[in-house]
């Protein structure tokens, strides 16, 4: 990323230009977007409201009838138009729109509105609307503040069918290509972006947990989100850059860091489309080490951009994301299918199936009412819930057996801490399987297990579990989080977060060599895994298998190709002698750039990668 220069001071050298302001929020979408901006504000908040006579009363709640049940078609249609284009995951989302729509608490409560206040329907949907977006918006929790945006969304669709006219999509209002700024921005109106027009967004509200950030990032639309109140200085504005890589929105930017920012936009999509193009060449070292590079998903659309960029296989499949826009947990045939999905379009590839990381950030909508927790992610999350929450487990447990006789699967624990949690999920599959046996039903009994090693703990009993499982995967952004009790998702310690801790390390090469003298696998499918400047290092502390984001893979593959064994190996001896994460950061940033002198600056290093 360019360094950026200072902003100008308004008594600075050119007065008629507008001072450049630098505003930093959360990067949930990579990439640099540079263009003319449109502020958009929502539809709903600026009608005026509308007395109607009493005797209007009836007619009016007839009107509300009609837009509601439109509504709710329209939505449904967006949702299987949403199925063709992004996947059913993203369909489930408008999905859930059209139930919301459809829900008659929505209705009654709009009519009574009509009917006590004697307001027109419009106005009665966005007082109801509104109130219950902002009952979520003060939720401390994120997850469930960011369904505000979900809310706002149906109020749109609803007021479109009240006011006679189809709801004008976001880009439908920009002159031409441009940047949006937004309050917020729903996820169906971001699932319809076109990103030849909309060439990236920043938002005041929103957090990583968003179905919004989500989508952005599948439809690679740089987005800065969480910015905090900026609009009403972006009003004026005519140009900003939007960074999606370090979470920067940067309004009226000066000719020398337009001008920096866009030869770093033209290098950046100049090398992708080079290092893309070489998906086929091994991640081989210059002296002929072979490495498999995998890729991580999170819904099945993934997958084509997994097998694109030459991924052997998916190493990390986060299957809790079928749960999170649900309304209930996916039934196991519902399961089975979307498994299947992923496992035929890999055709035969390999792909290991992480069972639920649910908790903690990553909550289900229909578990909403589920006790608070002071420290969710100390708490009842990912296996431990699995393990306590039997009727939740069993169903997936048997849709991935099902599903594995269609491919090369593995199953994977996540956030394992001891040997009897690895015991008790292994007897939960073997009754699984036993279960499928006895009902008659085909399923693979001789499954590989694995476990994400990512609480401190399982790293330090690296060695007894290695008896008991094929494989160990090393989930960095929570062994970092936990070996150095550092919240990843919080933005005020986020300069303590770093990978490149000689703590880290040292629990890394623990957990490789307990893998090697057992003789199984052992990856890396943490961020740290698809960062170019951890590469060399973790190919030194033994690694042979890295599964990552798909669009990491070309850089990753470059960075592999670049470097020797022998050195990898100096390297992760030098920095394991260290004892400080910025020496190591130094270190590996000084080495890289020996060995691939052509590798792309890297600004504040070690302290995105919190955002996993
Ligand atoms: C990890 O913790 O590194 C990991 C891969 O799991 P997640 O990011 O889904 O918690
Ligand atoms: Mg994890």
Redesign the pocket.
Known sequence: MPPLAPPHQPDGPTPAAPPMQVLRGLAVSPGIAIGPVVVASPVGRRLPPRKIAREAVAAEKARLDRALEAAEVEADQACAEARDRLGPQYADILGAHARMIGDPTLREGAGRRIEQETIAAEHAVIEVLEAHAARLEQLSDSYLAARAADVRDIEARILGQLMGRRPRGLQDELPGPSLVLAADLSPSETAGLDPRRVLGFATEAGGRASHTAIVAAALEIPAVVGLGKFLDLARQCRIAIIDGDEGLVILDPDAATQERYRDAAEERSERFQVLSRQADLPAETLDGTRLELWG?IEFSGEVEACLGLGAAGVG?Y?TEFLFMNAEAPPTEEQQFEAYATVIRSLQGRPIVIRTL?LGADKLESYRASAPREANPFLGLRSIRLSLRDRDLFRPQLRAILRAALLGDVRIMF?LVSTMSELRQARALLAEAAAGLAAEGIPGRGDLPVGV?V?VPAAALVADHLAKEVDFFSI?????VQYTLAVDRTNETVADLYSAADPAVLRLIERVVQAAGARGIDVSV???MGGDPLYAMLLLGLGLRHLSMPPHQLPEIRRVIRGIRLDAARALAAEALAMETAAEVADLLQRRLREALPDTPPRSGAPRSEAR?
């Open positions: 991580n990390l986060r990381d996540p994400m990512e989930g960095t952004n929570d062994l499918c943490g961020t996993g």
